[in-house]
């Protein structure tokens, strides 16, 4: 019946496209924070491989354990070439690695599901600027003021630093010099997204980064995605890193948990003209000032239906334009997203193991090594 459904959508949604404007409407860059309560662990999250981390003041914490079978879990593409990234990298330096991180992120996300949002995002966020190096965990200093944590697209939004620092810590303890901050950020990205799917999304996440020296306000402002990227920028900005259109729309469901501020869609609501389902965009009226300002700008969950929990609503949300942002939008503006979107939203389970290999792929973006890299002692400040 399912299948049945999304075929008869996919020719109709392929027809509207047809006679819509050439893709090039506003994409939104991946972003997520999720409101509300976890009263339950995920039902299948690896062991000794599956780590956990996410924002928000959370020391060394204890979580419970649970595991997947590897044959349950998600194939995942090698790392790029010329990384050492592998699966259990810390098995014999630190083997309480990953679980010391899973703790940290447990703990978190037990007192604010939105931190594991937060986490996600940071993954990318750190990702996209730098390679996957920490960089974006780096504080201000007098010789660099302006780092990427303060840039525009992260600050004062970006969430989960303190639980990266409550892991950094903790791990400090029982083998300092080992762990890299990159690697926790990958570790409490993997985790969050098993917490959130409820262990739909349950994969291994290599590891082995080393941890940038170099933090630039401007470079976030250069390669992280704005949401009035029209798609064929937002393709654009991708595969800049390697990423492809299915890696765009797979990771676009993200926006399925989480919370914006009202000053990000507001472009979107009456009387400016746009596809929003007319009874959403009124509600959205209801909670939203006419002028946000940064006194007066509410957040609103991206997802009304399941704001809590990482699944696949999010693409059928935007089949009935009940999505936020115009870059959204955009994923229906072309033949081949929109494909991609009526897959996500009806092929059962398909989503959840694309998701889990974007995130891999993801992770290893422009690794450091040797010559540019190092272990971090403190997460937010480069080694002397």
């Given amino acids: 019946?399912?299948?049945?459904?999304?075929?008869?959508?996919?020719?109709?949604?392929?027809?509207?496209?047809?006679?819509?404007?050439?893709?090039?409407?506003?994409?939104?860059?991946?972003?997520?924070?999720?409101?509300?309560?976890?009263?339950?662990?995920?039902?299948?999250?690896?062991?000794?491989?599956?780590?956990?981390?996410?924002?928000?003041p959370s020391p060394e914490g204890s979580a419970p354990s649970t595991s997947t079978p590897p044959s349950a879990m998600s194939p995942i593409p090698p790392?790029?070439?010329?990384?050492?990234?592998?699966?259990?990298?810390?098995?014999?330096?630190?083997?309480?690695?990953?679980?010391?991180?899973?703790?940290?992120?447990?703990?978190?996300?037990?007192?604010?599901?939105?931190?594991?949002a937060g986490l996600i995002r940071l993954h990318f966020h750190d990702c996209f600027v730098q390679g996957c190096d920490a960089s974006v965990l780096l504080d201000p200093t007098a010789s660099n003021p302006q780092p990427e944590k303060l840039s525009p697209p992260n600050f004062p939004s970006l969430r989960g630093f303190e639980v990266i620092d409550a892991a950094k810590k903790a791990l400090e303890k029982v083998c300092p010099g080992k762990v890299s901050c990159a690697d926790i950020i990958a570790f409490a990205s993997r985790d969050a997204s098993s917490i959130l799917s409820r262990g739909r999304i349950s994969f291994r996440m290599p590891a082995g980064r080393l941890d940038g020296r170099v933090s630039l306000s401007s470079e976030a402002l250069q390669f992280l995605p704005p949401p009035f990227f029209n798609l064929s920028?937002?393709?654009?900005?991708?595969?800049?890193?390697?990423?492809?259109?299915?890696?765009?729309?797979?990771?676009?469901?993200?926006?399925?948990i989480g919370v914006s501020h009202c000053s990000s869609f507001t472009d979107r609501l009456p009387p400016n003209p746009s596809n929003m389902?007319?009874?959403?965009?009124?509600?959205?009226?209801?909670?939203?000032?006419?002028?946000?300002?940064?006194?007066?700008?509410?957040?609103?969950?991206?997802?009304?239906?399941?704001?809590?929990?990482?699944?696949?609503?999010?693409?059928?949300?935007?089949?009935?334009?009940?999505?936020?942002?115009?870059?959204?939008?955009?994923?229906?503006?072309?033949?081949?997203?929109?494909?991609?979107?009526?897959?996500?939203?009806?092929?059962?389970?398909?989503?959840?193991?694309?998701?889990a290999r974007a995130m891999v792929k993801m992770a290893a973006i422009e690794i450091k090594t040797a010559a540019n890299g190092e272990i971090r002692n403190m997460c937010r400040v480069v080694n002397n």
């Fill in 1 to 56: 019946m399912a299948n049945t459904l999304a075929i008869v959508i996919l020719f109709a949604s392929l027809g509207a496209v047809a006679s819509q404007a050439p893709a090039a409407a506003p994409t939104e860059s991946f972003q997520g924070s999720s409101p509300s309560d976890i009263s339950s662990p995920p039902a299948a999250a690896p062991s000794d491989t599956f780590g956990s981390s996410a924002p928000g």
């Fill in 79 to 116: 790392p790029s070439a010329g990384t050492k990234l592998r699966v259990g990298f810390y098995r014999r330096s630190c083997p309480r690695a990953e679980k010391i991180v899973r703790a940290a992120v447990w703990k978190a996300l037990s007192k604010s599901p939105v931190i594991g």
């Fill in 233 to 256: 920028q937002l393709i654009g900005s991708f595969k800049a890193k390697n990423l492809d259109v299915d890696d765009l729309v797979v990771l676009s469901g993200a926006h399925t």
């Fill in 277 to 355: 389902n007319p009874a959403f965009a009124t509600m959205l009226q209801r909670k939203c000032p006419a002028n946000p300002n940064i006194t007066n700008d509410p957040t609103v969950v991206q997802d009304i239906v399941t704001p809590n929990r990482l699944d696949t609503r999010y693409y059928t949300n935007l089949l009935k334009h009940n999505v936020l942002f115009t870059s959204d939008a955009a994923l229906l503006t072309s033949r081949r997203t929109t494909r991609k979107v009526l897959q996500n939203a009806f092929i059962p389970r398909r989503w959840e193991r694309k998701f």
